[in-house]
T-cell receptor, first 113, second 112 residues
């Protein structure tokens, strides 16, 4: 079965600093999804990457997909307290975005003032 | 435009009981997936419904069953509850192809 490994598991950064979260898959990626979760709440969709080399940005968050390395990264520029939460990467196990998703265990981000 | 809605938000049951969780998908979505998220873990896929049929299933026992209605809403049923079933149950909806899955806020199920 496909496994996703996220690093780091947790991160504490000072407000205004940049940070990067990595997600590595044990198998071929058919699509990579980034979600954010507040403790005990639902997942908020951030970005979807489907093609090797694809890069997407939304506000201060940028995600990239390296298909050959079966890896994705999420970069936050000039972090803010609102960025705090758990970031989860999810991978489609087959082609088509209706495929079931396998998730990593998440990266817990704290942003200090 | 209402997103994915789940009910109830919290539920407490005892071992051996049965529970039904409900999900209304985002408007325009016809596919519903259910996930179980244990504390400190990522969500684990339970099953997916499309056109009122179970299309895919994860590694969960038959105690977990579901249903999708003609209006695309869905139910997750769990029989003979075990302590290990305590988790956040998430519903996600999507249009068959072309859009990502959108999640509800989940139902927190506690088994005593």
């Amino acid at each position: 079965s496909q496994e996703l490994e996220q690093s780091p598991q947790s991160l504490i950064v000072q407000e205004g600093k940049n940070l990067t979260i990595n997600c590595t898959s044990s198998k071929t990626l058919y699509g990579l999804y980034w979600y954010k979760q507040k403790y005990g709440e639902g997942l908020i969709f951030l970005m979807m990457l489907q093609k090797g080399g694809e890069e997407k940005s939304h506000e201060k968050i940028t995600a990239k997909l390296d298909e050959k390395k079966q890896q994705s990264s999420l970069h936050i520029t000039a972090s803010q307290p609102s960025h705090a939460g758990i970031y989860l990467c999810g991978a489609a196990v087959a082609a088509g975005t209706a495929s079931k998703l396998t998730f990593g265990t998440g990266t817990r981000l704290q942003v200090t003032l | 435009d209402a997103g994915v809605t789940q009910s109830p938000t919290h539920l407490i049951k005892t071992r051996g009981q049965q529970v039904t969780l409900r999900c209304s998908p985002k408007s325009g979505h016809d596919t519903v997936s259910w996930y179980q998220q244990a504390l400190g873990q990522g969500p684990q896929f339970i099953f997916q419904y499309y056109e009122e049929e179970e299309r895919q299933r994860g590694n969960f026992p038959d105690r977990f069953s579901g249903h999708q209605f003609p209006n695309y809403s869905s139910e997750l049923n769990v029989n003979a509850l075990l302590l290990g079933d305590s988790a956040l149950y998430l519903c996600a909806s999507s249009f068959a192809y072309g859009q990502p899955q959108h999640f509800g806020d989940g139902t927190r199920l506690s088994i005593l």
